[in-house]
């Protein structure tokens, strides 16, 4: 017995919320504590460093850099979270691993590190699984991650020297094919219909009598009963 998808903003809003917040603590430890953040960054084609896949995502290069991904994550999780309760998990996994893993195999020869990679894959699922569903939901949440995060679709491609784009790209790539693979896992909402999109019946008995006859055949009018009829041979 499947379990019906629960659509809550709040608790979408304060899941992701911990997440970010925890991605704060962790920036906040490695100043406090002057701890070597960089070693969890992602650096191609090393071997040793093959643990950034998973861990670049945790770490920034400073508070500038996370302040600048905290509300992307917020807005984009916000979004995945809420209008996707059953891929969500999934498509959080895919991107993640699948920018990582990119960046590792093709990306520059530097440390690559920070969550925009994951942030341009959810902004690419929204994106694209909105046009394949085109429900109510997915369209509005669609809307207000363009409005607000539409030069996403610009930034996988290269722009600033310290800015990783590969990873951006590989995000991106993550999260559409997170959507194509996807798009069907979580129910539609039932279209609403109003009156006055179905036609009208009349409420009078005999009118919908008088129009159910066809006038090009009189042969099914009802003929008057005859006096004749009535009596006995």
């Known amino acids: 017995m499947t379990s019906k998808p629960t659509y809550s903003l709040a608790g979408a809003i304060k899941s992701v919320t911990c997440a970010v917040a925890l991605l704060w ?32 995502v945790l770490v920034h290069s400073g508070y500038e850099h996370l302040f600048n991904n905290t509300l992307p994550l917020l807005v984009l999780g916000s979004a995945l979270m809420y209008g996707y309760p059953k891929s969500r998990f999934k498509v959080i996994v895919i991107t993640w691993i699948g920018s990582g893993l990119g960046v590792w195999l093709f990306g520059r020869e530097s440390n690559h590190l920070g969550a925009s990679g994951l942030a ?29 995060y539409g030069t996403m679709v610009l930034t996988i491609f290269p722009t600033e020297p310290n800015i990783s784009y590969e990873a951006h790209f590989f995000g991106g790539l993550s999260g559409f094919i997170a959507a194509l693979i996807w798009w069907r896992k979580d129910p539609q909402l039932k279209r609403k219909t109003y009156s006055w999109e179905t036609p009208d019946e009349p409420d009078d008995p005999q009118i919908a009598r008088q129009l159910s006859h066809d006038p090009d055949n009189p042969e099914k009018q009802d003929e008057p009963e005859s006096f004749f009829d009535h009596t006995r041979h």
């Open 25 to 56: 603590i962790i920036q906040s430890a490695g100043v406090l504590f002057n701890l070597p953040l960089s070693v969890l960054a992602v650096y191609p084609l090393e071997i040793s460093r093959l643990h950034g896949v998973i861990t670049s």
């Open 120 to 148: 341009h894959g959810l902004f690419f699922y929204v994106f694209v699984v909105s046009i394949l569903r085109r429900d109510a939901r997915s369209v509005a949440l669609m809307m207000i991650a363009f409005f607000m």
